[in-house]
C-alpha cells in the first residue's frame, strides 16, 4: 500500500522535552517536507528536503531539526527551543524533478502533538 | 514575497447552491496554483490545478492574472463537498523543481447544508 505514514497519529510533550515525529514514504519520491497547521493560519513550512543528506529551512524553521539519511524517511524533531510547539503537523513528499508534468504534494495523515 | 489569501474563514451554503470559495495571490513571476482539500479524518489532498483546466467533482477555478485571483467555483453544492479548502501556490519557475514546497491561505471550512 503506497503512501506516506506518520506515527504517531497524538503525542503529548512535557515543557522542556525534545520529541521526534516519525515521516515515512515509499512513493519513491526525492522531496520531502515538514508542514505546521494551526487554526486560522493555514499550513507553514518548517523544512524540506530535496535530495538524501540536504535539507533547506522553510518559514518557520526556528526550533526544529531534521536530519534526512535515507530517501523514504524525513524525521522531524520539535526541540525545547519551539517556543508553541502545540500543533497539527503534516508531512507530504513529492516528485522532484523538472519538466515533470502534473506533478503535485502527497500528505500524510498527520501528528497532534500536545505540550503538557 | 509569495502570498496567498483567503478572505472566508467559514462559508455555508445550502446543497444545491452555487459555491465561491475566494482566493487572491501575490508572486511576481508566473504562478502555479492549487486547491487542497481535507475532509473530515482524511488526509490533505489536490482537488485541482490551474495548468491542468481541469473539472474535479464539479468544481472550477480559473487563474485570473489580472485580478491576481483562483477562485474555486461550482455551480450546485452537494453536502459530501463539506470540508476544508485551501488554495496553495507553488515555487513557479523562481523555486526551482520542489513541488510540495507550496505557500498555503489560511484555508476555508466549507459547510453545505442539506
Known amino acids: 500500500d503506497g503512501g506516506i505514514t506518520q506515527s504517531p497519529k497524538y503525542l503529548f510533550r512535557k515543557e522542556g522535552q525534545n520529541v521526534t515525529l516519525s515521516c515515512e514514504q515509499n512513493l519513491n519520491h526525492d522531496a520531502m517536507y515538514w508542514y505546521r497547521q494551526d487554526p486560522g493560519q493555514g499550513l507553514r513550512l518548517i523544512y524540506y528536503?530535496?535530495?538524501?543528506?540536504?535539507?533547506q529551512k522553510g518559514d518557520i524553521a526556528e526550533g526544529y531539526s531534521v536530519s534526512r539519511e535515507k530517501k523514504e524517511s524525513f524525521p522531524l524533531t520539535v526541540t525545547s527551543a519551539q517556543k508553541n510547539p502545540t500543533a497539527f503537523y503534516l508531512c507530504a513528499s513529492s516528485i522532484d524533478a523538472a519538466g515533470t508534468p502534473n506533478t503535485e504534494a502527497f500528505f500524510g495523515q498527520g501528528t497532534r502533538l500536545t505540550v503538557v | 514575497a509569495q502570498r496567498v489569501t483567503q478572505p472566508e474563514k467559514l462559508l455555508s451554503v445550502f446543497k444545491g447552491a452555487p459555491v465561491e470559495l475566494k482566493c487572491n495571490y501575490s508572486?511576481?513571476?508566473?504562478?502555479?496554483l492549487f486547491w487542497y482539500v481535507q475532509y473530515s479524518r482524511q488526509r490533505l489532498q489536490l482537488l485541482l490545478r490551474?495548468?491542468s483546466r481541469e473539472s474535479i467533482k464539479g468544481f472550477t477555478a480559473d487563474l485570473n492574472k489580472g485580478e491576481t485571483s483562483f477562485h474555486l467555483k461550482k455551480p450546485f453544492a452537494q453536502e459530501e463537498d463539506s470540508a476544508m479548502y485551501y488554495c496553495?501556490?507553488?515555487?513557479?519557475?523562481?523555486?526551482?523543481?520542489?513541488?510540495?514546497?507550496?505557500?498555503f491561505g489560511q484555508g476555508t471550512i466549507l459547510t453545505v447544508h442539506p
Open positions: 490551474h495548468i
Open positions: 528536503s530535496q535530495i538524501v543528506n540536504d535539507f
Open positions: 496553495a501556490l507553488g515555487p513557479g519557475n523562481a523555486g526551482g523543481t520542489s513541488y510540495g514546497k507550496l505557500t
Open positions: 508572486y511576481s513571476g508566473s504562478p502555479e
